[in-house]
């Protein structure tokens, strides 16, 4: 038996996310309303110029005031393929494109109170392309190729907490 959704609403509409209120009936019977935020799909890249080393990029993320290393990710957007999205986006962020995409794995971080599902994938074969890369007007972005053992001990030393990255550099 599954969750019978009875009704909802959205109550909450935003740039990047809406959170929806809705009454479902339990498998196992009882009412409730449940909140959840509703995001579109997500793709990280594990960008490989090659078989040692992986570009991650630092950026400032406000809801815990610090500057963090992170794999480049970004929102799909509507109408868009996630392979496209992960073109776009290792385009936006690091200023290449990939020759090759490989999906690695498709995960839900938080499926307790969001529906974003997150796509993994590995980059490589990356080239810059002739016309210049256009990041996000909100985002202001450094980049760096770091080998992946300086990588895996920027997660371990707490410089880059960040699930996605952590996940995504046992991928690579």
Known sequence: MTTA?????????????????????????????????????????????????????????????????ELPAGSVDPGESPDDAARRECHEEIGQRPGRLEQAAQLYPTPGYCDELMIFYRATDLYEPTEPASPDEDEDLEIHTFTLADARALVASGEAPDMKTAVGLTMA
């Not at 996310?17 to 339990?26: K, T």
Request: hydrophobic residues 40%; proline residues 9%.
């Open 5 to 69: 959704k009875l009704s909802g609403k959205t109550v909450f509409s935003g740039r990047v996310f809406d959170v929806d209120a809705d009454q479902v009936r339990l498998p196992h019977g009882p009412t409730t309303t449940l909140h959840v935020i509703r995001h579109p799909a997500s793709v990280v890249l594990v960008p490989l110029p090659d078989p040692d080393h992986v570009i991650l990029v630092r950026q400032y993320r406000y809801a815990i005031d610090r500057w963090l290393w």
